[in-house]
């Protein structure tokens, strides 16, 4: 049935935005079930059905739906209507056993999360959701409450019992202990021995027909019952003493069972011990060091070979979750192995020295660029750390990433890596002068200029007649960090600039030269 028939004609214009989001809450589900969780478009579907929902309830303080079979009802208005198939949301709140579910104020976006969680995992039947109350119940959402078909029968006993709120009720048979005494479990309201006083201590000393009822610990007296009936446990337990011979009360209940589910001391040390392992566990420091023992043992080139390929896919895997440290260590895990190798086989070095080639290659760094642009709290000497495995086969390559970085502080890394290791190879980093993009032009005149040696020259001499300011005020920046003789003529030739900002900062530039050079260049 098409999505947009799920719901009636409506009567008031409120019905019909509810109803509208219930749909939607669906057709959210499939789709963002379907695609892969990196994808953007149901990431972006998502985050807009929950910023609309959240929205929705507090714009109405609090919304309370009855729950039928494909049904939902909002104050008296069917607001979905589809029993079509199991996936209906109506039949799926129905089919769990819910009747009634309501939200406040108190739903939140974080609630909002939870909830479509919870309910996608209900509905592609995940691993341990095939119980959608018990999701519910787990997930504890503040601002959200339901109502069961247990709750219903429960009224009759309990008042308004529910069923998410009995786990913490003050009348629960078993209940959690303290922090402190987390190694047991307290037991109250259980009673096996067959002591005449407790069962009349469980009467109401006030209660005159007391004999007329059945009285339950923990419970409130239920229904009148035949006169003279005696309950069925005291019966049962008079019979077991007589049966024993005597009538002495049994040991206590609540002693024996919290001795038998306490840990020794030894045994809650040893778990105390696992917990404190499993918190220092660090999944990329093991993950290296297995990778290094299986380098160091691997006598076959065939088999080396297989090993340094994982390598390579380990620390892809590295930079796709933006953890450049632990894939730089990757790169030194691969250079000691090949100082550890004592083969005659040239191969084994050969096989090492082309992982490390191709890791600065445009494949790997391609990966290395979108792990940055998804990333901005990447840090900058992470980015020039990681960049620095790499020897200058890799310069044109990183040359590249100034035009597809997003982050500014990301662009700015990658020139202070230029500059420290592209001094001797401006030949190769000076390219992005010819680049048509007016902002990889600016960035690499910066960073020639920063070099400042003979060899930049003639590539700023071009920067400096570009036609877009911005490149031109960078080369004057640039020239100022690096106070040399060379750099002179340049600066005469900003000076004639006809951008204001060019002019006066080249003309600082030379007003702040120092001893004899700035002397001449002032009088020149």
Request: proline share 2%; glycine share 6%; charged share 30%.
């Amino acid at each position: 049935m098409d999505e947009e028939k799920k719901s009636k004609k409506l009567s008031t214009e409120n019905s019909g935005d509810i109803a509208r989001i219930l749909i939607d809450l669906m057709k959210t589900i499939k789709v963002v079930s379907v695609y892969p969780e990196s994808n953007p478009i149901p990431v972006r579907m998502k985050e807009s059905f929950k910023e609309r929902f959240t929205d929705i309830i507090k714009e109405y303080k609090k919304l309370v739906f009855t729950i039928s079979a494909g049904q939902i009802i909002y104050g008296g208005d069917v607001v979905y209507d589809d029993d079509s198939s199991e996936d209906a949301l109506g039949e799926i709140f129905h089919s769990a056993g819910i009747t009634e579910i309501s939200f406040s104020e108190d739903f939140d976006y974080k609630e909002a999360e939870t909830f479509f969680g919870a309910i996608k995992s209900y509905i592609n039947k995940e691993p341990g959701a095939e119980d959608l109350v018990a999701l519910f119940w787990q997930a504890e959402i503040d601002g959200f409450k339901y109502a069961t078909l247990e709750d219903i029968a429960l009224r009759e006993y309990e008042g308004d019992f529910l069923i998410q709120e009995s786990c913490v009720d003050k009348d629960a048979i078993i209940k959690p202990g303290s922090y402190d005494d987390s190694g047991k479990i307290q037991y109250s309201a259980i009673f096996l021995d067959d002591d005449e006083e407790d069962d009349e201590g469980m009467m109401h000393e006030d209660n005159h027909e007391a004999d007329n009822f059945s009285a339950i610990a923990g419970l409130p007296v239920a229904e009148n019952l035949p006169a003279g009936f005696m309950p069925s446990r005291k019966r049962s337990s008079s019979v077991s003493s007589e049966s024993a011979g005597k009538g002495s009360p049994l040991p206590d209940t609540t002693l024996i069972l919290n001795e038998s589910f306490t840990l020794e001391k030894e045994e809650l040390q040893r778990v105390r011990e696992l917990i404190d392992e499993d918190e220092k566990f660090d999944i990329f420091t093991d993950t290296i060091d297995l990778l290094n023992e299986m380098l160091y043992q691997e006598s076959e080139f065939q088999d080396f070979s297989e090993v340094v390929v994982l390598a390579e896919k380990i620390q892809s895997e590295f930079i796709r979750q933006s953890n450049l440290v632990d894939a730089g260590k990757i790169i030194d895990c691969l250079q000691e192995a090949g100082k550890r190798i004592k083969t005659p086989d040239k191969r084994f070095q050969e096989r090492i020295n082309s992982a490390i080639v191709m890791s600065g290659g445009w494949e790997k760094l391609s990966q290395f660029s979108d792990a940055l642009n998804k990333d901005s709290s990447i840090k900058s000497e992470d980015v020039i750390a990681y960049l620095s495995h790499f020897g200058w086969e890799s310069l044109s390559t990183v040359t590249d990433l100034l035009g597809v970085l997003e982050f500014r502080h990301h662009r700015e890394a990658i020139c202070d890596f230029l500059v420290q290791h592209g001094r001797e190879h401006v030949d190769i980093i000076s390219k992005g002068i010819f680049d048509r993009r007016w902002f990889v032009v600016r960035n690499t005149a910066a960073v020639l200029a920063r070099i400042g040696t003979d060899e930049t020259a003639p590539y700023l001499e071009k920067a400096i007649t570009h036609p877009d300011a911005r490149v031109r005020y960078q080369v004057a920046v640039g020239l100022c960090r690096e106070e040399g003789s060379e750099n002179i003529n340049l600066f005469f030739e900003l000076v004639w600039d006809n951008d204001e900002r060019v002019r006066q900062t080249a003309i600082n530039a030379i007003l702040e030269l120092s001893g004899e050079v700035g002397l001449k260049t002032i009088i020149k």
